[in-house]
C-alpha cells in the first residue's frame, strides 16, 4: 500500500511539471496591439512628409510675392541707373545698352540704322548768363523738339551735358544726313526769353552708318568726330 501511495505522488509531480514544461506564456494584454500601432503611427508619418499642407501653400504664396516685389524693384532701379532723371531720356549708360543690343540686330539680321551726335550751341553762355536752371529749360525744349522729329522706334539718349545722341532704323546715309539737318534747323529756331532778352541755342549733327561691321566704340568716335567737323563748319558760316 506504501509503495503504490508514492507511485501515485511520482506520477501526479511529474504530471504537473509536464503541464507546466508545454504551457506557452500568455503576452501581456496590450503588447502586440501597441507594436501594431506603433507601426501604423510611423507610415502616417513617412506619408505626411510627401503632402503639401495649407500652411506650406500659404507660405509659397507668400515667398512668391516677395520674389515679384524683389524682381519689380530691381527692374526700376536699372532703369533709374539708365535714365536722365532732368529729361527722362536714357543717360549714357542706358543709350550704349541700347546701341550695343540694336547693333547685335543688325548684324543677325542685316538690318539698317544710322546714328546721329548732336551737340547743342552756346548752351554755356546761356548758364552763365541766367543761370542753371535757364540751361535746363533749354535741355527740356530741345529734346522735345527731337522727340517731334523721330519716330517712336527711334532712341533719344543724353551723352552727357549738352550732347545728345539718337538711334534711327531703316535709313539710307542721304536720308539720315538730311534728318540731321532737319534736327539742326528745328533747333536752330527756338528762342527763349529770360529776364526781358530773347536767345537762342542752335545745334550741330553728325552721322555715322550703322551696317553687319560696326563696332561701338567705333561708331560713336565716327559720329562724335563728324559732330565736331560739322560745329566748325557751322562756326565758320556764322
Given at each position: 500500500m506504501r509503495m503504490k501511495k508514492k507511485t501515485t505522488a511520482a506520477a501526479s509531480g511529474v504530471a504537473k511539471r509536464r503541464k507546466g514544461t508545454t504551457a506557452a506564456p500568455k503576452p501581456a494584454p496590450g503588447k502586440t496591439g501597441t507594436k501594431k500601432t506603433g507601426a501604423?503611427?510611423?507610415g502616417t508619418g513617412v506619408a505626411g512628409r510627401g503632402a503639401v499642407t495649407s500652411g506650406d501653400k500659404s507660405t509659397i504664396r507668400r515667398l512668391r510675392a516677395q520674389l515679384a516685389r524683389a524682381q519689380a524693384r530691381i527692374e526700376e532701379l536699372q532703369a533709374s541707373a539708365e535714365t536722365d532723371f532732368l529729361l527722362d531720356i536714357l543717360n549714357r549708360r542706358g543709350f550704349e545698352r541700347e546701341l550695343a543690343r540694336s547693333l547685335s540686330f543688325i548684324k543677325r539680321?542685316?538690318?539698317?540704322?544710322?546714328?546721329i551726335v548732336?551737340?547743342?550751341d552756346r548752351l554755356k553762355p546761356i548758364n552763365?548768363?541766367?543761370?542753371?536752371?535757364?540751361?535746363?529749360?533749354?535741355?527740356k525744349t530741345i529734346v522735345a523738339a527731337l522727340s517731334d522729329q523721330v519716330r517712336a522706334s527711334d532712341v533719344i539718349g543724353r551723352l552727357g551735358g549738352d550732347e545728345f545722341a539718337l538711334l534711327?532704323?531703316?535709313?539710307s546715309e542721304t536720308d539720315a544726313r538730311a534728318k540731321a539737318a532737319a534736327l539742326e534747323e528745328a533747333i536752330d529756331r527756338l528762342t527763349f526769353v529770360f529776364r526781358d532778352r530773347q536767345?537762342?541755342?542752335?545745334?550741330?549733327?553728325?552721322v555715322?552708318?550703322?551696317t553687319a561691321h560696326s563696332d561701338l566704340d567705333r561708331v560713336?568716335?565716327?559720329a562724335d568726330r563728324a559732330m565736331y567737323v560739322r560745329k566748325a563748319q557751322r562756326r565758320h558760316e556764322s
Open positions: 501604423k503611427r510611423a539680321y542685316q538690318a539698317s540704322g544710322a546714328l548732336l551737340d547743342v552763365d548768363a541766367f543761370g542753371h536752371a535757364a540751361g535746363d529749360e533749354v535741355l534711327l532704323w531703316n535709313l536767345v537762342s541755342a542752335g545745334a550741330s549733327a553728325g555715322a552708318i550703322l560713336l568716335d565716327e
